[in-house]
Every structure is written in C-alpha cells, then in structure tokens.
C-alpha cells in the first residue's frame, strides 16, 4: 500500500516537472533525503528512482533551461577540485573496496553540489528548494518528535521507519541535522511565499522546531545537545534583552529536565566526565592514531582509512564492592575504529590537502553568507532583505553542522552539501541582482551609502 | 500510524507546494532589479559605484 502512495507521489512530481522542469531537482532532492525506496519492500526498491531523478533534473537544465546568467563560483571550483582529488585518493586507497562503496554515494552528493547552483536562478528557486529539504527532513523528525512524546526514546532505539542505520536516518546525524534545519524553518516562516505566513504556517514551524528539538532527546545522541546550546548562543547576536533571554533558556532548561527519560540524564551527564566514557576515549585515541597516521600517509589512506586502527586505552570502570566503590582501569583494545569526527575523518581519509579543501568550502561559506548578511539586513522587503536573512539561517545552519561534526564523522553527508550548493546559489544570485541593478543610468533612484 | 501520519504531511506539502509552484511564473523567470538600489557592500568587498 505504501509502495503505491510513494509511486503516485514521484508520479505527480514527475507530472509537475513536465510543466516546472526545476521540480525534477526538487523530487532528486526530496530522494536523496529521504530515500523512499528504503521505506517499501518492493517495486520502488528495485527502480533506481534516484538516478532516474538526476538524470531528469540534468537533462532538462542541459536542454530547457535558461543558461545565460549561469556563473561558476569559486566555491565549485574547489568542489570539483575535491571531488578529483578524492577519486584519486580512492584509487590508491588502502582499502580500496570500502573506499570504492564510500566513493559511490560520496561522488554524488560532491556532482550535485556542483550542479544545483546552476539551477538556482530565481529566488522563488532558492526558497522551493530550502522548502523542500525542510519537509523531506520533516518525515523523519515528525515520526521522531512524536515517540519520543511517546516513549521518550532511546540510543540506537528510537524507530525511525527504517531500520537499517544509514543516511539521515542514523541517530547521530538526524539529530545534527534537525537542530541544523530549525534556522531554515524560521526563515521559511517568515519570507515564505509558497506558503505565506499565517497562522497555519506558525503552527506548523513551530511544532516542527519543537519535533528537532526532542530528536537529540529522542535518539540520545550527544552531539544533538551540543548544537542546541550553540544555536541558542547563536540566537544571543539578535537578542535585544540578553540577560531575559539567558535566563528565560536556563529556567526552560531546569524545568526540562525531569521531564526528561531518565536514560537521557544520564547520558548526558557523561558529557563532562569523559574519561569514564568508552566511546569519548575511543574517540580521542582514533584522533590520535589519525594525527599519527597522517604524518607518514600525508595524503591519507582514502576512503575508509580507518580501518587500519588498533587503539589500546584505559578507561575507568566502577566496581560496587558491598558498600565500597572501587576504580578500576581496564585496558581495552580496539580495531577499525570508525573516526567519529569529520575533521578526522577528512584529515585520515584525505590527508593535509583534503582537509585545508574541505575546511575553505565549508569556512568560505560560513564568511560568504556573512558577507552577504551584512550587505542585506537593513533593505527594505522589495529590496533584497530576504537575502541577508536567508544567507544568516543558512550560516547558523551551517555552523550547527560544522560543530556537530567535531563529534560525527559527517564530512561528506548530502544534505549538508545542498546546503552548501544554496548558499552558493544564494551568493551567485545576489552577485548578478548586483551586477543588474548597477547597470543603469547615473543619478536615477540612487540611494546614498548605507 | 505515527508513522503514516508524518508521512502523509509532509508529503501532502510538498504536493501542495508542487503544486502551487506549477502556476508561479517567476520560478523561471524573475523581473531585474532594476529600480532597485545596487547592493555595495562594506569593508574591502565594497563594489564600486555603478
């Protein structure tokens, strides 16, 4: 039954794209999120949807769509640049069938990074496409939100409608990516034109806020946590009352707290006492074993590297004796350690130059949107205002990212880099306003220097 | 149920998002600024005056 809706809703966007070809990259985008053919057990299963998607969505640009103002930004250059370089490093990768499986899907979402932008010629463009990742991803966190209310969830317990732990669906990434998206949802909130503000779209947004909220909750992933504090330090630069503002979140914050599941409490706590935490001492062990690592591969290993790793560490492990409580070391030893950080994982994977690429994509956004935030806050709404704004979600949704995955090996997730190709959609569509508006006759409407 | 039910709304938006798109010329094409003030930005990234 499943099966058949799915159809007939890649049916009707397919039927759409005929008249809006823009709508095939929409439906690639919403694909590629949220992977239905992994939530059918058969017919959609066996079709290859997604390539089908991209080649329609590559298609109509080659052949229909307006190619004028397309322009390459410097940002593309170094994700093909990125993208050369991994096939390379995959091609002497020390172990070369993972890596071939990891370059398969990274590849992909590296292209299409490449590609969107050229597509994002008009700002109702740029806004569909920040619509439809936020309701793709809402899928997922809509099903989470409302167990956790449920059943308040559970590390690796939370049933997030597939059970196979991979894409967006993997604990530690969606609850990354919903604090990531509570930026995007805001601004759809209140720039939207597809579906204007009112009370209904108030309702929605801030019932979905909440539902990315409790993901980190719900899947009890650490790293989820993490990103709700910075959002809420992220908030702190348009505060006017800072002082009501911080202790408004820290009583929110006390009096949520019993009614969080005790499992949740818990494993928070273990945030700040680390070293009796196996999975925060691996982390730090496999961090130094890549920091080693690289030192004699500075090209890294390829995809995959990691799986060289054997990591000896001591933890420390309580002992109830009757009523005495005894520490105790324990030495573990582990293989194949996955690197559990993306900056890692592009240093091990990629080695020095990876890393210097992949942090100037992603720091050259994060100053991009900054750029263009500043230029734009102050204009008038028919004058560009939407653009500052949306350029500050997308950094504060980009820094979200880049912090939580200090702690998730996250460097090549899709979803990020379609946020990354709207950015550079973002910047490219406000170089050529720019470059429209300067082009007419001195003296006519000029406005003096902000 | 819970999970028909997240499916159902956000699929049913972004049908109904398709669909509004379907009738929205300025998807494709969009008026130029051209009353529009020139964005100049600030520091060294300041444009030039047209």
Redesign the interface.
């Known amino acids: 039954m499943?099966d058949l809706?799915f159809i007939a809703?890649l049916a009707?966007?397919f039927i759409?794209g005929l008249?809006?070809p823009?709508?095939f990259v929409?439906a690639y985008v919403?694909i590629d999120n949220v992977a239905p053919q992994r939530?059918t057990y058969f017919l959609l299963n066996t079709v290859p949807i997604s390539q089908i998607f991209a080649g329609l969505a590559i298609g109509a640009w080659l052949l229909i769509?307006?190619k004028r103002h397309s322009r390459i930004a410097p940002r593309q250059i170094m994700l093909l640049i990125l993208l050369i370089y991994c096939g390379i490093t995959t091609s002497q990768a020390d172990f070369p069938d993972s890596a071939w499986d990891k370059w398969d899907w990274v590849w992909k979402a590296l292209a299409f990074a490449i590609f969107l932008p050229l597509t994002l010629?008009?700002?109702?463009?740029i806004e569909?496409l920040a619509?439809?990742m936020v309701?793709?991803a809402?899928?997922?966190v809509?099903?989470g939100g409302?167990?956790t209310l449920?059943s308040g969830g559970g590390y690796g317990s939370l049933n997030l409608?597939v059970t196979n732990n991979t894409g967006l669906y993997e604990s530690s990434i969606i609850s990354c990516v919903a604090i990531a998206m509570i930026p995007l949802i805001r601004y759809l909130m209140k720039f939207g034109t597809?579906?204007p503000p009112d009370w209904r779209v108030t309702v929605?947004g801030y019932a979905l806020i909440f539902a990315c909220l409790l993901m980190p909750i719900g899947t009890e992933a650490r790293t989820g946590l993490v990103c709700v504090a910075l959002l809420a330090i992220l908030a702190l630069r348009f505060t006017k009352r800072r002082m009501l503002y911080l202790t408004s979140i820290a009583v929110i914050g006390l009096a949520a707290i019993p009614l969080m599941p005790a499992s949740f409490t818990e494993r928070m706590g273990s945030i700040k006492e680390y070293k009796g935490d196996a999975s925060a001492s691996t982390r730090i062990e496999v961090w130094k074993w890549t920091w080693d690592y690289v030192k004699d591969n500075p090209m890294g290993g390829g995809f995959d590297a990691y799986r060289s790793n054997e990591i000896r560490y001591n933890t420390i492990v309580r002992e109830q004796n009757g009523s005495q409580v005894e520490l105790k070391r324990v030495l573990i030893v582990d293989r194949a350690r996955a690197y559990h950080s993306a900056y890692f994982e592009m240093l091990g994977e990629q080695g020095y130059f990876g890393l210097v690429l992949w942090l100037a994509i992603h720091f050259g956004g994060i100053w991009r949107m900054e750029?263009l935030f500043?230029?734009?806050r102050d204009?008038s709404a028919?004058?560009?205002r939407w653009i500052g704004w949306l350029a500050q979600a997308l950094q504060q949704s980009h820094l979200v990212y880049l912090v939580g995955s200090l702690f998730v090996g996250i460097a090549f997730q899709p979803f990020v880099y379609i946020l990354v190709a709207m950015q550079i959609g973002l910047d490219t569509y406000?170089r050529r306003?720019?470059a429209?508006?300067?082009?007419?006759p001195?003296g006519t409407?000029?406005?003096s220097?902000? | 149920m819970i999970d028909n039910f997240s499916l159902a709304l956000s699929h049913g938006l972004m049908l109904l998002a398709a669909w509004r798109l379907m009738f929205r010329s300025d998807l494709d094409k969009e008026e130029s600024p051209a009353r529009h003030s020139d964005a100049r930005g600030f520091g060294k990234n300041r444009q030039p005056d047209a």
């Open positions: 499943r809706v809703f009707a966007l759409a008249k809006r823009f709508i929409l919403y939530l769509d307006d010629r008009t700002k109702l463009r569909a619509l439809f309701l793709s809402a899928s997922i809509i099903v409302i167990k449920g409608m597809i579906f929605f750029v500043r230029r734009y204009r028919d004058d560009g406000a306003r720019t429209e508006a300067a082009w007419r001195l409407n000029r406005l220097p902000a």
